[in-house]
């Protein structure tokens, strides 16, 4: 398969506003394709590499990129794969010149629209609204499977391009050999906000209320003498929590994998601030000596895998929850009740609050585990408004900030386009500390620059509280933020969790009402 068709497909579905022709289109494309090209279709429509991050950056590419008439030996998808492979693996003295050449020869035999493609691929930022939900739809239109057990497959793979392949391939026997496996974790389940108790009752009728702690998610997975732990991004730390690790390893259960939140407590128990946790996190050496400085303590509140039982995501939660309070001590259990009252459910956010933590979570008491997929089942409760936020770009400080990367401009997610929609910018709420944090990290992330401001692939995640929104032109949604201030970054967090203009719209409208 050429990368010219792939780039022309691309074209095609950024001039199609209809979900329903987008799919068709990736559908009849992925038909076309065998073997390796059905992977790399699925992962370069969703804007990602099979190697992962090959540590290109937009100055390497601005040294590779020429202008030339494009090659008689047109670009195939496979090529493209196979000059990344040899990218990644160059290391050594001499390795930056020897992938600049690389870079230079894959563009050499590139056209211009093919060298775009391909810039904005390797960079991190094609967005031409062909995100994963929509290719799970085409692949389960161009296999004729249906798409509930595609999007269980991917569940359990995480891997756009093995379940296309699969998927096509080999049809239902292909797609079954994704299962949950031991030390193979899954996405993480997703809630939506509630604006109070009484839309989470409504909503739910009688649920759970936990607890919404201010930590790290994590998910434990401990099979025989082996512990191994994992992000919400499902970036393996286990050797980063070694106090996680011995306690969960103390639990008489052979086989289990537990889901639930790391956190620095205070002596009194109250939780030390987010960014002390992420810092402790995000620690790799000297993990001995910082423990004693600033230990982490878990608490669980779902299991999805147990010994002799297997997967549990299916069962209803409250069933889950009964065989995570059989299978571990109670003092790491997350604090709960379940009630449809009203009085005792604000009763228990007031405890929440006192004890420091964000507010709680409402549980659908029914509702089966559904991995990577954000729903009305799990609801969260917090104090202020907030949205989750993806940075777009910031400009240089003035004064007392020059040098520092300031006012943040804040995306929405939208998932039919699969942009980022601009609702606003603000600098307020920003320590010097969390400058020097932020600039650093954006600077990593920077694709291009004018005089004042730096544009950025939209991968870091930003907490932002704010009093409400308000009509405004100036922003493609329509709508802007009004008080706009960061809580924090959720560097634990990825792109695609953030908010959605959905949500955004959703708030506005009710508070129209």
Same mark, same amino acid.
């Given at each position: 398969?050429?990368?010219?068709?792939?780039?022309?497909?691309?074209?095609?579905?950024?001039?199609?506003?209809?979900?329903?022709?987008?799919?068709?289109?990736?559908?009849?494309?992925?038909?076309?394709?065998?073997?390796?090209?059905?992977?790399?279709?699925?992962?370069?429509?969703?804007?990602?590499?099979?190697?992962?991050?090959?540590?290109?950056?937009?100055?390497?590419?601005?040294?590779?990129?020429?202008?030339?008439?494009?090659?008689?030996?047109?670009?195939?998808?496979?090529?493209?794969?196979?000059?990344?492979?040899?990218? +990644?693996?160059?290391?050594?003295?001499? @390795?930056?010149?020897?992938? =600049?050449? &690389? %870079?230079?020869? #894959?563009? /050499?035999? $590139?056209?211009?629209?093919?060298?775009?493609?391909?810039?904005?691929?390797?960079?991190?930022?094609?967005?031409?609204?062909?995100?994963?939900?929509?290719?799970?739809?085409?692949?389960?239109?161009?296999?004729?499977?249906?798409?509930?057990?595609?999007?269980?497959?991917?569940?359990?793979?995480?891997?756009?391009?093995?379940?296309?392949?699969?998927?096509?391939?080999?049809?239902?026997?292909?797609?079954?050999?994704?299962?949950?496996?031991?030390?193979?974790? +899954?996405?993480?389940?997703?809630?939506? @906000?509630?604006?109070?108790? =009484?839309? &989470? %009752?409504?909503? #739910?009728? /009688?649920? $759970?209320?936990?607890?919404?702690?201010?930590?790290?998610?994590?998910?434990?997975?401990?099979?025989?003498?082996?512990?191994?732990?994992?992000?919400?991004?499902?970036?393996?730390?286990?050797?980063?929590?070694?106090?996680?690790?011995?306690?969960?390893?103390?639990?008489?259960?052979?086989?289990?994998?537990?889901?639930?939140?790391?956190?620095?407590?205070?002596?009194?128990?109250?939780?030390?601030?987010?960014?002390?946790?992420?810092?402790?996190?995000?620690?790799?050496?000297?993990?001995?000596?910082?423990?004693?400085?600033?230990?982490?303590?878990?608490?669980?509140?779902?299991?999805?895998?147990?010994?002799?039982?297997?997967?549990?995501?299916?069962?209803?939660?409250?069933?889950?929850?009964?065989?995570?309070?059989?299978?571990?001590?109670?003092?790491?259990?997350?604090?709960?009740?379940?009630?449809?009252?009203?009085?005792?459910?604000?009763?228990?956010?007031?405890?929440?609050?006192?004890?420091?933590?964000?507010?709680?979570?409402?549980?659908?008491?029914?509702?089966?585990?559904?991995?990577?997929?954000?729903?009305?089942?799990?609801?969260?409760?917090?104090?202020?408004?907030?949205?989750?936020?993806?940075?777009?770009?910031?400009?240089?400080?003035?004064?007392?900030?020059?040098?520092?990367?300031?006012?943040?401009?804040?995306?929405?997610?939208?998932?039919?386009?699969?942009?980022?929609?601009?609702?606003?910018?603000?600098?307020?709420?920003?320590?010097?500390?969390?400058?020097?944090?932020?600039?650093?990290?954006?600077?990593?992330?920077?694709?291009?620059?004018?005089?004042?401001?730096?544009?950025?692939?939209?991968?870091?995640?930003?907490?932002?509280?704010?009093?409400?929104?308000?009509?405004?032109?100036?922003?493609?949604?329509?709508?802007?933020?009004?008080?706009?201030?960061?809580?924090?970054?959720?560097?634990?967090?990825?792109?695609?969790?953030?908010?959605?203009?959905?949500?955004?719209?959703?708030?506005?409208?009710?508070?129209?009402?």
């Amino acid at each position: 398969m050429l990368l010219t068709r792939l780039v022309e497909l691309v074209a095609r579905i950024r001039a199609t506003p209809k979900k329903t022709e987008k799919i068709a289109l990736i559908a009849n494309f992925l038909q076309q394709t065998h073997g390796r090209e059905t992977e790399l279709t699925a992962l370069y429509l969703s804007g990602s590499l099979p190697q992962g991050r090959i540590g290109i950056g937009w100055r390497m590419i601005e040294s590779a990129m020429v202008e030339t008439s494009p090659s008689a030996q047109p670009l195939s998808l496979m090529e493209v794969d196979g000059i990344l492979d040899r990218i +990644v693996s160059d290391q050594g003295p001499g @390795s930056y010149e020897r992938k =600049v050449g &690389a %870079l230079r020869h #894959l563009f /050499e035999r $590139a056209n211009s629209e093919e060298r775009q493609f391909l810039s904005h691929l390797l960079m991190g930022e094609l967005r031409q609204g062909a995100l994963e939900g929509l290719i799970l739809e085409a692949i389960a239109k161009a296999s004729g499977q249906p798409s509930s057990t595609v999007r269980q497959a991917m569940m359990f793979s995480g891997n756009l391009g093995e379940v296309a392949r699969a998927a096509l391939e080999e049809g239902t026997i292909g797609l079954s050999r994704f299962s949950f496996r031991l030390f193979s974790p +899954v996405a993480p389940m997703l809630a939506h @906000s509630a604006d109070d108790i =009484v839309t &989470a %009752l409504q909503r #739910l009728g /009688e649920a $759970a209320f936990e607890f919404k702690l201010d930590g790290a998610r994590i998910q434990v997975h401990k099979g025989d003498k082996e512990v191994r732990i994992f992000t919400r991004q499902l970036q393996e730390v286990t050797e980063r929590l070694p106090e996680i690790v011995e306690w969960v390893l103390a639990v008489p259960v052979r086989e289990v994998v537990l889901e639930g939140e790391a956190i620095a407590l205070r002596p009194d128990r109250r939780p030390h601030p987010f960014q002390s946790t992420m810092r402790r996190l995000g620690r790799i050496k000297d993990v001995e000596s910082v423990r004693q400085e600033l230990p982490l303590t878990s608490f669980f509140f779902d299991c999805l895998y147990l010994g002799g039982e297997g997967s549990l995501i299916s069962l209803p939660y409250q069933k889950r929850f009964e065989i995570l309070t059989k299978a571990i001590p109670s003092e790491a259990v997350i604090p709960r009740i379940v009630t449809g009252d009203r009085v005792e459910a604000e009763r228990f956010l007031q405890f929440s609050f006192e004890s420091g933590h964000e507010g709680l979570m409402a549980k659908s008491l029914t509702a089966p585990y559904t991995a990577g997929q954000r729903g009305f089942h799990w609801l969260k409760l917090k104090a202020a408004k907030t949205l989750d936020l993806v940075i777009l770009a910031a400009e240089w400080g003035s004064g007392r900030r020059k040098g520092w990367l300031s006012n943040l401009h804040l995306g929405a997610r939208d998932p039919e386009s699969g942009q980022f929609v601009m609702l606003g910018k603000t600098f307020k709420g920003l320590t010097d500390e969390m400058l020097r944090w932020q600039t650093e990290k954006l600077l990593s992330l920077e694709v291009e620059r004018d005089s004042w401001t730096v544009y950025v692939r939209p991968e870091l995640v930003v907490e932002i509280a704010f009093s409400d929104l308000q009509e405004s032109p100036r922003y493609p949604a329509g709508l802007a933020l009004r008080f706009a201030r960061v809580r924090r970054f959720r560097p634990d967090k990825s792109a695609t969790e953030a908010d959605t203009l959905q949500t955004v719209m959703e708030i506005f409208r009710k508070q129209r009402a």
